[in-house]
């Protein structure tokens, strides 16, 4: 009973840590298996659905992610266009649940590991960093959105936490990267959770419990980000993604 107390609470804060900084699923999974000892394919599935929530959540509340931002909903899809991104990553996540028995965990974990890493280095320390505001072209996003499903339905992951280090890379500024990692975890949920079901490794009941929890921590988590003027915000999704990048590797 403890264990499964502290996976739940785990979980909540999880969906806490996803509604502020957009990372914070990668822990799900770990959660999981350590805790309630899940064989990882079964976590992987459970996991893919309870993002749904929170995703729909995202794509239902057009409102920005930090108050501070300055920018609008409407700017935001004009510097990020979202359909193409979450079409493509709809596609991947569907190709990501069909090869996940054939790939090996470990090399998703590290690629995810490297990539967060360096992307919340890069923020924190990098010098000549500066944002850009030119919209990224469709062409752009599709192979971008692809790469992201895959790996999301491979780890287990809501979407966020390879979108957002990789929109970072691209030098995206953070309000519109931000909403669009939010808004990606709908398509990719669905599509590894239909799947998943279709190959016998999802728990229904399972995955939604824990959405309703990781939808829960998400609005606390979107309340707290709204409070915080945008280099606290920054810095705070930064270093989510260093103790991200060195949890996974």
Known sequence: MLLQALALVGVLLCGLAVGATSIGGVM???????????????????????????????LATRAPVAASAGMDADTDNDALPGWPLQLAALVGALLGALTLAWLPAGAVRMAVGVLALFSGLYTLFGARWRPRHDRLRPWMLAPLGLLVGCGSAWSGTGGPVLLLPLLTLLGRPLPPALAAAQRVQLPVALAASAVNLWAGRLDVALGCGLGVLVLAGWFAGRWVARRLPLAGLQRAVALALVATGAAYL
């Open 28 to 58: 799900v999974v770990p959660l999981l298996t350590g805790l309630l000892g899940l064989a990882p394919a079964s976590a992987v599935a459970a996991s893919s659905l309870a993002f749904a929530f929170s995703g729909a959540a995202a």
